[in-house]
């Protein structure tokens, strides 16, 4: 927008500059040509009246003028008799003159002028030197006046103004950038709350400035963003609440059902017992994973640097028992020099570490392998975690982060379907990203990047 306010502005002002300048320029050009061809004419009758006279006095001053002329005007002017009157396709001009036709003026050039003006005018006879009746011609008067100077002014007049509008419109086109800036200034401010608001932030306000009529758009942008950051701030309200209040029965449930199963011998009744146990372990997961993730939208905390190695080992370490019992390998792999620190908020890089290899757990077959690689890249640092399960279709990784999206798993468990939305939303909060890749020799391959903390590195 602004380039175009500053084009429509030059176009302006060059619009402006042309009709002022262009028609100045012409104007002095007619001048320039009108005084030269007065002055030539002077000087070519003035020479005719010397020649007409026919007296040694007059002949001396024509000679002089003559001489004049070449020496110091660049120009030549000669004179000719009635007697040498030349045939009229040699030349028309000084026979029209010698015949008393008239004075005759050629610029050379149709375009402005030529390399030279040639002005002939016919010498009348004159019996006295106050006789101002005009006898019979007794010859005629050719100057060829260089045009050269001429040229130069020519030059000068329109280089002038050239140079001179090329100056206004780069003056016109930094005050041009200054006001369309100015003006959309207030639109920017809109566009920046925008942006803040698409990328999360819900407390991005607009300032009300400029015309009345984005004030007025400020307004209503910034009153429909208060009601939007209240209702989204009232549904997390809910569901971290929900998802604490329902944890307590959730326990308290699951423990009456251990008890059941350990005082039942029937089969069929302990089967479903531990059926409604394996529910109340699912709803405990989702009711967990709800209100981690109300949190993490909530972004009641601030990312700090965090030691990656201890964490991965941590949680690798609580994680092989349970692959031991169905004889998956956990393998961490990568470069691992130093000490490297992320930029994490306490207890999500646990949460997305859980997430992705209870998945990672869940479609490996018995006796695979999942692969935890760590790759520093400069600011940044992936963690991944590679699985020999199934894989994912295209179709099912563009769904695997959305919520209560569940895959199918070599278990025949099922998870929540939060865990990946969990993980993109933690990983988000701090800075980073998660990308789902086919693994080499199939599976999948999970990997958080996260941004690296250089005060902790070494």
């Known amino acids: 927008m602004i380039r175009q306010l500053v084009r429509s502005y030059v176009l302006l002002v060059a619009v402006a500059i042309a009709l002022f300048t262009v028609p100045v320029a012409f104007t002095l050009t007619d ?40 020496d110091e005007i660049q120009a030549t002017a000669t004179a000719a008799c009635a007697a040498d009157l030349p045939r009229p396709a040699v030349d028309a001009a000084l026979t029209r003159a010698l015949r008393g036709g008239g004075a005759t ?172 146990t394996a529910e109340v372990v699912r709803m405990s997961r989702l009711v967990n994973d709800l209100l981690v993730l109300a949190r993490a939208e909530a972004k009641v905390t601030a990312a700090e640097p965090l030691p990656l190695m201890d964490i991965v080992r941590e949680r690798l370490a609580v994680w092989r028992p349970a692959a031991d019992e169905r004889g998956v390998t ?41 692969t935890v690689r760590v790759d520093p890249r400069g600011d940044v640092v992936g963690v991944s975690v590679l699985d020999d399960g199934p894989g994912m279709s295209d179709a099912e990784k563009s769904r695997a982060f959305d919520r209560f999206w569940r895959g199918q798993g070599l278990t025949g468990k099922t998870g929540s379907g939060l865990g990946l939305a969990v993980v993109r939303q933690l990983a988000t909060d701090d800075g980073g990203t998660v990308t789902l890749e086919d693994a080499p020799g199939g599976g999948l391959c999970v990997t958080i990047t996260l941004r690296t903390s250089h005060r902790g590195t070494g």
């Open 105 to 276: 003026v050629d610029w050379g050039s149709d375009f402005i002028w030529g390399d030279h003006l040639v002005v002939t005018v016919p010498a009348h006879q004159r019996a006295t030197a106050g006789d101002h009746d005009k006898g019979p011609v007794v010859g005629a008067v050719r100057i060829r006046f260089s045009t050269g100077e001429m040229t130069d002014r020519l030059w000068q007049i329109w280089g002038f103004r050239a140079v001179l509008a090329v100056l206004v419109l780069g003056v016109a086109a930094l005050l041009g950038v200054g006001v369309a800036r100015r003006l959309t200034r207030p639109l920017r401010q809109l566009n920046d709350m925008a942006s803040k608001f698409s990328d999360g932030d819900l407390t991005a306000r607009s300032p009300v400035t400029g015309p009345p009529e984005t004030q007025t758009l400020a307004r209503t942008l910034n009153q429909g963003a208060e009601r939007l950051d209240t209702l989204i701030a009232a549904q997390r309200i809910f569901v971290a609440d929900a998802s604490h209040q329902l944890r307590t029965p959730l326990t308290a449930l699951r423990l009456s059902l251990d008890n059941i199963a350990d005082g039942v011998d029937d089969e069929f009744v302990r089967e479903d017992v531990e059926q409604a």
């Open 31 to 70: 001048q320039l040509r009108d005084d030269t061809r007065a002055s030539v004419l002077r000087e070519a009758d003035a020479m005719a009246l010397l020649l007409g006279n026919g007296r040694p006095a007059s002949c001396q001053a024509l000679e002089e003028m003559a001489k004049a002329y070449k």
């Open 330 to 370: 956990i393998a961490l792999r990568g470069s691992t020099d130093g000490r490297p620190s992320v930029l994490s908020s306490p207890g999500h890089l646990d949460q997305m570490l859980d997430n992705v290899l209870s998945n990672a757990l869940e479609v490996s077959p018995d006796g695979g392998t999942i």
